[in-house]
């Protein structure tokens, strides 16, 4: 019995209903919260049967956390982009917290969905926060981080992001004024995590320039 489901999960049709659907509660949760949208009018959103719904997903909760799993993989993927050639680990923290900023102005109903907690994964030994952690850890064993970065440091960073995303979808912000957010915030998470004033100065406004820049 598995290998038909197998195979029909992997077919072009299957993959296309996956995408609408997906694309159907990317809009609808961007509008609602999710206890607020029902599968009926996700699928009809979609275009597709309701059974089609329960073919790829086991339940609603199951749904949302598969739209907020490709939201960060998303996201991490840009930040990724951002810092591949950057070997400093603080450049990399605060480059992360600037894609995260521009996801917000440029992809705003994804960051919407992902600011109201969407697989706000926070572990340390989660897949997704994989290269955040490997950046932590770099900064920490070059002793450029306090010691309670070590265990909480993770934590830390990912709530400054998802407030500054949060931030600049709630206010509406303008590029300019999300830069100078992001800026602020960058600063004084590095200085709470241990980052010398001058440092830290420099690598927000840094930041902040860059993110004045069009869309990366």
């Known amino acids: 019995m598995s290998a038909p489901n197998s195979t029909k999960r992997t077919s072009p049709r299957s993959t296309r209903t996956r995408h609408s659907l997906v694309e159907a509660g990317l809009q609808l949760f961007a509008e ?3 206890d607020a949208v029902p599968i009926d009018d996700i699928v009809a959103a979609a275009g597709v049967a309701k059974g089609s719904f ?3 997903f086991e339940d609603k909760k199951t749904f949302a956390d598969a739209i907020g799993a490709e939201i960060r993989l998303d996201l991490e993927s840009r930040i990724a982009q ?4 950057i070997g400093d680990p603080l450049e990399r923290l605060v480059g992360g917290m600037r894609v995260a900023a521009d996801y917000a ?3 705003k109903e994804r960051a919407i969905v992902m600011a109201r907690g969407f697989r706000l994964t926070t572990g340390r030994d989660h897949p997704l926060n994989t290269g955040l952690r ?3 850890d770099a900064a920490c064993a070059q002793g450029l981080l306090r010691k309670e970065a070590e ?3 993770l934590l830390f960073w990912l709530g400054a992001c998802h407030s500054v ?3 600049i979808i709630e206010q509406k912000l303008s590029r300019p004024k999300a830069a100078s957010r992001m800026r602020d915030m960058a600063f004084m998470s590095l200085i709470g995590l241990g980052v010398d004033e001058p440092r830290a100065r420099q690598l927000a406004d840094r930041n ?4 004045l820049l069009p869309s990366e």
């Open 151 to 153: 265990t909480s440091g």
């Open 82 to 85: 951002a810092n591949k050639d």
């Open 165 to 167: 995303m949060a931030n």
């Open 32 to 34: 609602r919260p999710v």
């Open 54 to 56: 329960f073919n790829h």
């Open 208 to 211: 902040e320039r860059l993110l």
């Open 134 to 136: 490997k950046d932590i």
């Open 105 to 107: 102005l440029t992809e």
